[in-house]
Each structure stands twice: as C-alpha cells, then as structure tokens.
C-alpha cells in the first residue's frame, strides 16, 4: 500500500523507507469547459472538442499534482512500439502496482505486459524525471514540466534519473547546440551533468521521487506550468531584442512539415499587419523577447510555437495542420488572453494522413476571412489569395495526395491547369507529388502518379521541378 502523506517536507523528510512507498497529493486532477469569450474559430466549437478535446471529454484538463517517494520500485528502459514514436517504459511498485500517473504520455492504451529480467539495483536516493527528449519543443513542454520540485530539492544529494534513447543518450555526451540548450535550463532548475543517471536496463530503486508531470501530452496542461515557463523566460530572455506587436512563427525555411503555399501564408499575415519570424535563425534570448513583448502571436503547429510558453497573455493565432495535434492548442489556450484556432481548409474537416514531413496546404481563403473576422477588417481576398475556387481545386489536390488517389489529383491538376494557368505552381506539384510519398503510397501508384504527372505537363505545355 501507498500511503498518503499531508506536504511534501514530509515525504522528503522521512526516515522510514519500509512497504511500498509514500504519495502527497497537492491536487486533484479537473476538467474546465472551453470558454466561449476566449475561443475563436472558423470551425464549430462542437468539431474543437470533439477532436483537439476528444481524450478529456471535449474539455480542457488540468492534471493531478502528485509526488511519490517508492522503496523498491523497478522501471524498465524503454520499449521501442513498430511503427509507433514515442516509446513506452514501465514503472511498477514493489508489490507490482503500475504508476500510470509517472509514465510519459500515460493515457497510451497500447502498453501490454512487461515482464522484468535480471533487474540492477540503484542505491542511494534518486529523482525520476521521466523521458528526456532533446528535442525543442517536446524538451520545452514535457520534459520541463516535472521540474516543479526543484527548489525542494537543490543541494540534495540525489541522482536525476531519465529514461532515454540510445540516440539521446550518446548524444547527451557530445558538444552540441541542443545539448548546451537542454543543459543550460537543467542547471537553472539545480540539476547537474554529474548527477544524472539514464535507465538502459530493467532497474530496481532504492529510494526515489517521482513528481508527476504538468503537462499530460494529450490531455493537458497544469496551471502551474506557467511558473515553470516564466522562470525560463525570466533567465534567459534577451532585453535588447526587438519586440514586434504582431509576430508569425514560420516553418518555411524549416526542413520537415511545412507548407506548401508558405509564400502566400506569410504575405496573407503580413497584410494583416504581421512581422514573419524564423524562429530557428535567432538565439534562443531572442526568440523568448519576441514572444514576451508580443500582442499577438500566430503561426503554424509545430516545435517553434511551443515558445508561446513564454508569452505574456497575448491574443494566440494558431494555424492547425488539419491532423487535430492535441498538445499546442492545449498550452496556447491556457497562455492567452483569447486563442484563435484556424482550420485553414474550406471543408472545415480533418485531412487524411498528415505525417511529419507532410507538405501541408493551407487555404488562404480560410486563413483571411478569418483574420479579417478576428480583427474586424477587411479581407485581403483575391489580391493575395488568388482566385477563391483555384484554392479550393488546391485544397481539394492535397486531399487527393493525402489519400494516395492519383485519378483523383490529376483530374484537378489539369482543371487547374486549364482553367487558371496563371496560378499554376511548381513548387505546389512538386510538393503534392512528395506527399504520395509521405502517405507511403506503393510503387505501383507513385509509378502511375509520375507518367500521367509528366503526360499532363507536356499536354499544356508547363513545367516542373523534377
């Protein structure tokens, strides 16, 4: 049995390491309803929830707060799933009870049983923190959010314990920037190099703490993840940067999933009054004063807009990629004033496989009718749209991309072609065409795909890029 334990001084305090461990509960997790006066969208409220909300019954969630000291607990390392990211660990009691609430991601439904082989043991008192993951965004909103112990514990001698893949963990011990990154805001919450520990075996403890996270990936975030959001940007913020009103986060020079029709996304945001920002080409100091002094933030779903975390409850514009992500509407939501979620497809549905090298395509028409409701002005329309139903052709072309159907595409391509020549773009074909790819369509299909592709070129006389 677990006992329960009135403040954590108490847990952190106690002697007796006897049974299978000690909890502090500081709170109960809660559901709280989507806030009319703050939610904007071009689609129904009813498609958010049912979708972004669809894990916590169409409302936002905010995660119990607990801490665990366990006596004898044994952790697995982790357990690659085929096909599937990230992978999963294990985390039992010493009378086999599994610890939902410590693993990352713990509402996944595909953990199967785990049977523990030859465990090590680790002495001494240790703090489990969960998975490190090296990455930008992910490191900024989960692995972070079990840093909320930190004060409690500095200057403890404890050992951090992360579970880690074989690729984070060799890159843990070379010179990079990502690693100076991640180690730079590990030392600002008291957590040395020295003194963490990576899990690559089935391992008993002890003695270790586990404080849980505040940010459940696909459920929510923990109002008290500000805090933790607040003393980086505090830290690290770069006072000399330029703070422009109104800022778009852009991926277009990013390798990975980005837009197509980026060009045209980003004169459609800078019409309406929006500097474009390449997060990636600034210094970390740099990218938190941008969003700290910003007004207004837009962008698309990705890694950059996790930055949002540091700003200072301004309106949240963001441009979802049609795959309903779940973790960045949540924190956007929580770090505003008023959110703004854009669905930027006419048929207000879900696109069919968006992966993460897809190249997406975003409607412009969807994108400025809704700024121009959001800021009640006056529609860019055809002047940097183009005409309304080419876009809608192009929508419906990336559609037919993302359900691998070749009659399909070209039967639009050559209405484009046909009808609006003069919107004709290249880079748009030759982004459709990878996106057959990226849906893992067959060879047969890819191979159908490139002879009507070049047939239709020749027949009218365009060109694109190989």
């Known amino acids: 049995m677990i ?9 952190l305090n106690r002697v007796d390491r006897t049974g299978e461990g000690v909890v502090v509960e500081l709170e109960k997790g809660k559901y709280v309803p989507i806030d009319s006066d703050r939610f904007f969208s071009n689609v129904p409220t009813s498609l958010f929830a049912s979708t972004v909300c669809k894990n916590t019954r169409g409302k936002f969630f905010s995660p119990p707060r607990r801490v665990y000291r366990l006596y004898n607990a044994v952790m697995s390392p982790l357990v690659r799933r085929p096909g599937r990211w990230p992978e999963i660990m294990y985390i039992h009691s010493s009378e086999g009870r599994l610890l939902h609430d410590l693993l990352q991601r ?9 049977e523990y082989v030859n465990p090590v043991r680790m002495g001494g008192a240790c703090v489990y923190l969960g998975m490190l993951m090296p990455y930008f965004g992910h490191f900024l909103s989960e692995v ?17 314990v992360f579970h880690a893949t074989p690729a984070s963990i060799a890159a843990w011990d070379t010179d990079t920037r990502s690693t100076r990154f991640v180690e730079s805001i590990m ?8 003194q963490i520990h990576f899990i690559t075996e089935d391992t008993v403890f002890d003695d270790v703490i586990c404080p849980t996270a505040l940010n459940w990936y696909t459920q929510g975030y923990h109002p008290e993840y500000v805090a933790i959001a607040d003393r980086i940007r505090d830290a690290f913020i770069d006072t000399s940067a330029q703070t422009p009103k109104r800022i778009f986060l852009s991926r277009s020079r990013f390798k990975g999933r ?10 459609l945001f800078a019409g309406h009054g929006f500097e474009i920002i390449h997060p990636q080409e600034h210094s970390f100091g740099e990218q938190v004063a941008m969003v700290a002094g910003a007004e207004v933030i ?14 200072n409850k301004p309106v949240i514009i963001e441009l979802e990629s049609g795959r309903f992500h779940q973790n960045l509407p949540r924190l956007s939501y929580m770090m505003s004033q008023a959110y703004c979620f854009i669905l930027p497809y006419l048929n207000g549905k879900m696109i069919p496989g968006v992966g993460m090298k897809t190249r997406l395509y975003a409607n412009p028409w969807a994108v400025d009718e809704t700024l121009a409701v959001l800021f009640d002005s006056k529609p860019l329309g055809e002047a940097v749209c183009g005409p309304k139903e080419c876009a809608r ?23 484009v072609l046909s009808e609006y020549p003069d919107n004709f773009s290249p880079d748009m074909l030759t982004g459709l065409v990878q996106n057959f790819e990226q849906c893992k369509a ?18 009218f006389g365009a060109s694109g890029r190989d």
């Open 3 to 11: 006992e329960n334990l009135p403040d954590i001084q108490s847990l």
């Open 106 to 114: 713990s509402e996944d439904s595909s953990r199967l049983p785990y």
């Open 144 to 160: 972070v959010s079990r840093f909320w112990l930190s004060d409690e514990l500095r200057g403890r001698d404890v050992k951090y």
């Open 187 to 194: 030392n600002l919450f008291g957590i040395d190099r020295s």
């Open 258 to 267: 980005n837009l197509i029709n980026a060009a045209q996304i980003e004169a």
């Open 298 to 311: 837009a962008g698309e779903e990705g890694s950059a807009f996790c930055n949002v975390m540091f700003s």
């Open 393 to 415: 052709l192009y929508e419906h072309a990336f559609i037919a991309s993302q359900s691998a159907d070749p009659e399909r595409w070209v039967k639009i391509m050559r209405t």
């Open 442 to 459: 067959t060879p047969s299909v890819i191979n159908q795909l490139a002879k009507e592709t070049l047939a239709l070129l020749k027949e």
